[in-house]
């Protein structure tokens, strides 16, 4: 019983009420919002700079960006051949079955390589960057709307990551 008292850090043994921590931490956030300007970091006083962040932040955000490439790219390379194979979509039923196997394991290299580099990052190698920084091509999109694809967009964001940190 004492060990459940020291636990709780009450003198009867019984779990805070839980509804009060929730509602507290609640009402905490909503005052962190309320008095945040646009643009400002929770926490961060109005007219205060942000503080850069530490390198094991920036060493997390580039894995973080490597591993939402490498769910896009599995995405996509489900989806291609998926499509491929149900000749739903025009632009890919008049590619051959070598082109888009092409296709494929340009998605696979891109998955090994920013795979190798998040093991270089986690073994020390802070300064690793993947190979390839170029997106894949999509053969579900016309040139056009290609700019708008949110794959080419965290490869921009990858890009501007391992080139300024």
């Not at 060990?3 to 003198?11: F, V």
């Amino acid at each position: 019983m004492n060990d459940t008292r020291q636990a709780y850090g009450q003198g009867l043994g019984q779990a805070p009420d839980q509804n009060q921590n929730q509602n507290q931490y609640q009402y905490q956030n909503q005052n962190q919002s309320q008095n945040q300007g646009p643009g400002q970091a929770p926490g961060q006083t109005p007219g205060q700079t942000p503080a850069p962040a530490s390198p094991e932040q920036k060493l997390q955000w580039k894995i973080q960006v490597l591993l939402n490439i490498n769910s896009m790219l599995i995405k996509k390379a489900q989806e291609t051949r998926a499509l491929y194979e149900s000749k739903s979509i025009p632009a890919l039923s008049s590619l051959s079955r070598d082109q888009i196997e092409q296709i494929l394991i340009l998605y696979s290299k891109r998955i090994h390589c920013n795979l190798h580099t998040i093991s270089q990052m986690n073994q020390g190698n802070t300064s690793a960057k993947p190979a390839i920084l170029d997106p894949p091509p999509n053969p579900l999109l016309p040139p056009e709307e290609r700019q708008q694809d949110m794959l080419v967009k965290l490869y921009l964001l990858m890009n501007r990551m391992f080139q300024l940190w």
